[in-house]
């Protein structure tokens, strides 16, 4: 991974080539890795990714960021946020999720959930808030995710779509 953010990384779309890169900031980043081949092999393009410009010595083409979308019926999974440490405060993971939340609602989704360890207190900045488990809809709680992949004590979060909110993360 980089050792310093000398010039800003270029967000684009995951490609299925990126996957050895995916799972290993995701695990540098103690996140469940489960259940990311499956999507990045049938959708990369739920996949976002930041990645060291080709001008940067030392680290051009390395991974420092990624988010997914695991789409599941009109509502969708947000997982996988991760950024290499030596990119954090730089507004990388925000501008994933930024991305993700405008593909989601040019889909037509109805609301984002997700899981977290350590980070409830970063994402309200986003627009989600806590949920019950027990309120996540059916589709979304069957996921391998919330099934197994993250622990029973992992916080639930939402985050309704649509116009209303559109500001929460701009």
């Known amino acids: 991974m980089s050792a310093s953010p000398a010039a800003p990384p270029v967000v684009r779309e995951a490609r299925p080539d990126d996957l050895a890169a995916v799972e290993r900031l995701l695990t540098a980043s103690d996140l469940p890795t489960a259940g990311v081949s499956d999507v990045l092999t049938r959708r990369a393009a739920d996949f976002v990714v930041a990645e060291v410009p080709a001008e940067v010595p030392g680290a051009p083409g390395d991974l420092v960021a990624v988010a997914g979308l695991e789409v599941c019926c009109d509502h969708a999974l947000l997982r996988s ?90």
């Open 81 to 170: 946020v991760a950024v290499d440490p030596a990119w954090r405060a730089h507004g990388l993971g925000r501008e994933l999720v930024r991305r993700l939340v405008c593909v989601a609602e040019g889909r037509g989704l109805r609301a984002l959930y997700l899981l977290t360890m350590t980070a409830e207190h970063y994402f309200p900045r986003l627009g989600f808030a806590r949920v019950d488990r027990g309120d996540v809809p059916a589709e979304i709680a069957a996921t391998l995710e919330f099934r197994s992949a993250c622990p029973a004590s992992a916080v639930a979060m939402t985050r309704p779509l649509g116009d209303r909110i559109g500001a929460a993360v701009a």
